[in-house]
């Protein structure tokens, strides 16, 4: 499979296509480990990725549920561009972008997510990681035995506010966002129409239920929407079975298309 897709992409730019390589981060470009703080890009990932969007008509992106500030921190490439929040806020070539209505959901999530920390005291090793535009409820370090009682307590709080709300159940993780049409999807579409008008060949790597929507987009493009891991969306087309893999096929690209 690594390959199959290397060579494909390779070929695509080599006809003169343009690419537009773009992955979310926990689970894709890096391990799961027990706190986000931990997962760390690998070094020598970072040296292909940043070689990649050297070259000319080649966009790469990482598009996460971290916090925009947080997720460039981790990433450390300014020639990059990112989506932050799910895909609620961007920030291409310089700029950092934001609707109305993302702002304007600050006002509702808020509260919510301060009513939702509020019972994580009755569950040591769960807790609410809080962003600009919603929240998630981490319980990877949460006895096994606890799962379900936190589980049915948070969707619990959530219940009055669904119609408000897109909740994702992702890989221990619930994560809370508002409804208001923006996801991984849109800010791919946004990152990849941002660069050039013209049509590129496009590939999107992601492991988990809130990745779906830009693997969905991928395919509507004509793409290769890549899947990472055992859990990832069903609509990916092909799949890799971990971040190391990953890490052998952008390697390998570079290669060809040096």
């Avoid at 500030?69 to 934001?98: Q, W």
């Avoid at 999530?109 to 962003?131: F, N, Q, R």
Wanted: glycine letters at 6%; charged letters at 20%.
């Amino acid at each position: 499979m690594i390959t199959f897709i290397s060579q494909k992409l390779a070929a695509a730019y080599r006809s003169g296509h343009r690419l537009a390589l773009l992955f979310d981060y926990d689970g894709t470009l890096t391990p799961l480990v027990d706190h986000p703080r931990l997962a760390h890009l690998d070094p020598a990932l970072r040296e292909v990725l940043a070689q990649l969007a050297t070259w000319p008509r080649i966009t790469v992106g990482v598009v996460s549920g971290r916090a925009l500030d947080n997720l460039i921190s981790m990433v450390k490439l300014d020639a990059l561009r990112y989506g932050g929040s799910t895909g609620l806020e961007l920030h291409i070539a310089g700029e950092r972008c934001v609707t109305d209505e993302a702002l304007k959901s600050r006002a509702f999530l808020d509260p919510l997510c301060a009513i939702v920390e509020g019972v994580m005291t009755d569950y040591p090793g769960a807790w609410v990681e809080k962003k600009p535009f919603g929240f998630t409820v981490h319980y990877r370090l949460l006895a096994a035995d606890r799962v379900e009682s936190l589980r049915m307590q948070t969707f619990s709080l959530l219940a009055p506010h669904t119609d408000r709300l897109r909740l994702l159940d992702n890989p221990l993780a619930i994560e809370v966002l508002p409804e208001i049409g923006q996801d991984k999807g849109t800010a791919l579409r946004t990152i990849v129409a941002q660069d050039s008008a013209e049509p590129a060949t496009v590939l999107y790597a992601g492991d988990a239920t809130n990745d779906e929507p830009a693997l969905t987009a991928t395919r509507a493009l004509g793409g290769i929407a890549l899947g990472i891991g055992p859990e990832a969306p069903a609509v990916a087309e092909y799949r890799l079975p971990d971040p190391a893999a990953l890490h052998s096929l952008l390697a390998r690209l570079a290669e060809e298309i040096a």
